[in-house]
């Protein structure tokens, strides 16, 4: 992997537009004066200096460490203050790569340095526009794309405007091309899919580039049925409008510098993984207390790409994997290997091989490590079916279940199968006596595992529930009989309601939160009651969307969670990060009326600090961020309660700090993306050392991040220093 990303020749031509021009020098830097400022010298394990330009001192922007010298690659990344200074600290003995990079800039040159070492560097102004560019995050890219005017729906075809009539408005077509599905997998923006490959190869036009482009590798029976979904020749056209206008020298705004706290910041990356294998989560410690496992390894999910938990031992620099098996090995693969056309980068290779297909962990009080897994085939045993005797299958019997559950456990080497009644997704522990672990991803159900019994007793069967999501429609306050999803209201009984979570966060309150996805979508709040499977009882909101009574509107949830006050945070595919405060709601909460945009003063939207698309007048902006999760301990030093976005097309990590964003910006490699961190404390008495994020680098495709093919899933840790310098 080089630092030096690759700028084609025509992106070094003089900029020939005067907004191309003008984008370029909004991204001067704020200098101050010419003088050089005050020396600042290396302690024994930093590396320290000051960073000038051509006008003087650069500030608010990076310097990179980088070492293939300890047993797996290490990066520490810091920024420069306002007189230009920086310290990279706590370095492992080793000799580093280090380089400036920034906004307005190309990567100096690389110098090398070991911890002890003050070196002065010399920032490199970028020659034109286009050059400038290369380093903005995919997003500031992929809002060049012009998307169809709101006049143009609702679709009609062939004879209108090309697209699907079941794209009803342009904010529908927004949510499928962001974390509907393209963005939900990897970012739109990065050098991957801005350009075309050579290796993908030789074309009459962009349009039939893209269309060879959806159909690669294993993915691309899905891309290309997507297309096929939306319109296929439409998007395809928009697309390659977009590819060509880049090729043609159009760049993005020029994004901010760091500025204030975000220059306190200090990023710390370890390689992980391999090449072939994308993560989607890790986990560190237990969310309820995150102290637990405080200098222990951490464990990532490798979804469909592998049958192995990457392990990352950060005091040691290690990593190591944890094999995973299934319960019955007829279990089948969970992305089989059929490709419509060759990978341009692995060809016919099938790189994703898993069985278990583990999404998502999370990790108990003993530091034991829980996944949603499949250990089985999909058809469920006869005690999860109608006829059984089990409370859950009497009430709401299921068939199948896609995903279940394992549990690994660091200090014996075991790895435990549960076979679940219902599909899992996501999880998360409860702050109750059973350590309930309820989970997501159940479709017409919310299921649990009671894991104080399944210690206990090894009985799989009788540890888990499942229930139903019954709105209290006839507003008596408890569940009654109930009518189902299509069927006409009736004053005298509850609904059931097809709003199958995809996130899941248990509230201190003993509520349980969860996201539902679609258009507009929605949360729901389940109130488990002393018996779940009959009491439980659920209320769904949607966000204000179409709604006259909501200032800002906003649609689709994808993943949130939820605050210490009972607050549900979500990410929504409008561009925004909203709460929803059930507290403020004016009218009831339950009865006939209570269906989705009953109570819109519950929410508040904080538009994400990205561009729009072209043609885009509704407010919010091009990110869609796949999650918000909660700080709810201040393991970072936002104070606690402090939301994050994943900011996937920010590169970044989005901190919601008194009403305003803090850009956490990964600029090395290019392509950060996340869906999932978590905070932890492993010492409180030592500041800002003793805490810190968590985060792993999640896209589908890591190849197309800085470096290409070979570029592995990253491991981050994310803390804030009280000032830029401090050690």
Known sequence: MTSTISISRAALVAAPLLIVFTSFASTSSTRVGANV???????????????SGPKGPETGVWVIAETAELPTKLVKIVVTDDRGRYVIPQLPKATY????????????????????????LT????????????????GYWYSLLKVPDKSEFPGTGAEGNGLSPSLTSQAALLRTIKSGTCTACHQIGTIGTRQFQPSLGKFSSSVAAWDRRVQSGQAGPTMTGTLDQLGRQRMLTMFADWTDRIANGEVPAAPRRPQGIERNVVITEWDWADPKAYLHDEVSTDRRNPTINANGKLYGALEV???YLPVLDPTRNEVSQVPLTVRDP????????QMIQRSPYWGDEPIWTSKNNVHNPMMDGRGRVWITSTIRPSEN???????????????????????????????????THIGTCFSTHHLMFAEDANNTLWTSGGGPVVGWLNTKMFDETGDEEKSQGWTALILDTNGNGKRDDYVEPNAPLDPTKDKRINAGLYSVAPAPDGSIWGTTLGFPGGIVRLTPGPNPPATALAEYYEPPFNNPKAPVQGFSPRGGDVDRNGVMWVALASGHMASFDRRKCKGPLNGPTATGQHCPEGWTLYQEPLPQFKGVTDGGSVEASYYTWVDQFDTFGLGKNTPINTGNASEGLLALKDGKFVILRVPYPMGFYTKWMDGRIYDPNAGWKGKGLWATVSTRAPFHMEGGKGTTSKVLHFQLRPDPLAR
């Not at 400022?37 to 960073?51: H, K, L, S, T």
Request: charged share 20%; glycine share 8%.
């Open 330 to 337: 007829n279990t089948p693969v969970a992305n089989p290997p």
């Open 97 to 120: 790569d280090v380089w400036v990079r920034g906004y307005g800039l190309v990567d100096s040159p690389k110098r090398r340095g070991t911890p002890g070492t003050t070196m002065n």
């Open 305 to 307: 790409s592998a049958d």
């Open 37 to 51: 400022p005050a020396a600042i010298r290396a302690a024994e394990n930093d590396i320290a200096g000051v960073v």
């Open 381 to 415: 045993p006869d005690v999860c079916k109608a006829g059984s005797n089990h409370p859950s299958a009497k009430l709401f019997p299921l068939a199948r279940s896609g995903r279940q559950l394992a549990m690994y456990d660091p200090k014996t080497g075991k790895l």
């Open 123 to 138: 920032a490199v102004a970028a020659p034109n526009a286009q050059a400038a560019a290369q380093y903005y995050p995919a």
